[in-house]
T-cell receptor
């Protein structure tokens, strides 16, 4: 399974944008890039996914590098409820999610 | 829609006891998954199923068995519980295809003493 690399932790302030990076240098052409987040004591929650083009939804934006070897999850205006562990995951043919350590995001009031 | 539900929410077992965790989904999803999450770690895949009557091993299948007799249910069994199986167990489901998200249940917290 292709690996992703994320910073262990990041910190931001409420109502400011947050850019969460992910490196996936061994990505193959058919891999989708998915982002999930896990709030304390809850199951993971889907955030966004993409293949080649940048994507926007009500929760976040996903910016994918032209060579697809990295991507960035963008929370446009962080709130305290966005404090969570964020996972960047590549989905391959078997449709299995392989979770790394993720990035623990702290939001300061 | 209830989404993905898990039963029970909490359980304490003694070493050597057996139990079954039930996962149910009402979204008519083909694929279902069982993960475990140890403290401070990401989720690890135990077993998964791509359709009724089919199951496959994930990353950490030892000590667990699964069954998918009905499309909406995915059962995870522990035949002889060990302290190393103390963990939080999450079930998930999704439609087939790479572009679809997984929907997760709320988790079952299992302690084996």
């Amino acid at each position: 399974d292709a690996k992703t690399t994320q910073p262990n932790s990041m910190e931001s302030n409420e109502e400011e944008p947050v850019h969460l990076p992910c490196n996936h240098s061994t990505i193959s052409g058919t891999d989708y890039i998915h982002w999930y987040r896990q709030l304390p004591s809850q199951g993971p929650e889907y955030v966004i996914h993409g293949l080649t083009s940048n994507v926007n939804n009500r929760m976040a934006s996903l910016a994918i590098a032209e060579d697809r070897k990295s991507s960035t999850l963008i929370l446009h205006r962080a709130t305290l409820r966005d404090a969570a562990v964020y996972y960047c995951i590549l989905i391959q043919g078997a449709q299995k999610l392989v979770f790394g350590q993720g990035t623990r995001l702290t939001i300061n009031p | 829609n209830a989404g993905v539900t898990q039963t029970p929410k909490f359980r304490v077992l003694k070493t050597g006891q057996s139990m079954t965790l039930l996962c149910a989904q009402d979204m008519n999803h083909e694929y279902m998954y069982w993960y475990r999450q140890d403290p401070g770690m990401g989720l690890r895949l135990i077993h998964y199923s791509v359709g009724e009557g089919t199951t496959a091993k994930g990353e950490v299948p030892d000590g667990y068995n699964v069954s998918r007799l009905k499309k909406q249910n995915f059962l995870l069994g522990l035949e002889s519980a060990a302290p190393s199986q103390t963990s939080v167990y999450f079930c998930a489901s999704r439609p087939p295809g790479q572009g679809y998200e997984q929907y997760f249940g709320p988790g079952t917290r299992l302690t084996v003493t």
